[in-house]
Nanobody
Framework: QVQVTESGGGLVQPGGSLRLSCVAS????????MGWYRRAPGKQRELVAV???????NYADSVKGRFTISRDNGKNTVYLQMNSLKPEDTAVYYC??????????????????WGQGTQVTVSS
């Protein structure tokens, strides 16, 4: 199966920066899309930024110009560089990977996998 593991969360002051990392591991043939979502207290999970393996990206309006997503396709890894952080960025950040597995039965359809989440707290 597939494991998705995030790292890099923590406590930072407003205006500061953090870099999140996520790696997908397992019998992976390809990672079609990798990206980040977040859930703030009392709110629904929302898209932060995603990147397809061809390089196209999609960002939430609230993070455009402050956050940058990047990938290392060879390592099934995605990063989120977060700059100019605001208190409203406080949330649990989840990594998502849309993965195709190669099994003894052949290539499976793409499936969604989620990490366990990493807490980002922006506070003075």
């Amino acid at each position: 199966q597939v494991q998705v593991t995030e790292s890099g969360g923590g406590l930072v002051q407003p205006g500061g920066s953090l870099r999140l990392s996520c790696v997908a591991s397992g019998s992976i043939f390809s990672t079609d899309v990798m990206g980040w979502y977040r859930r703030a207290p009392g709110k629904q999970r929302e898209l932060v930024a995603v990147m397809a393996n061809g390089g196209s990206t999609n960002y939430a309006d609230s993070v455009k110009g402050r956050f940058t997503i990047s990938r290392d396709n060879g390592k099934n890894t995605v990063y989120l560089q977060m700059n100019s952080l605001k208190p409203e960025d406080t949330a649990v950040y989840y990594c998502n990977a849309v993965v195709r597995l190669l099994t003894a039965q052949g290539l499976l359809p793409a499936q969604n996998y989620w990490g366990q989440g990493t807490q980002v707290t922006v506070s003075s």
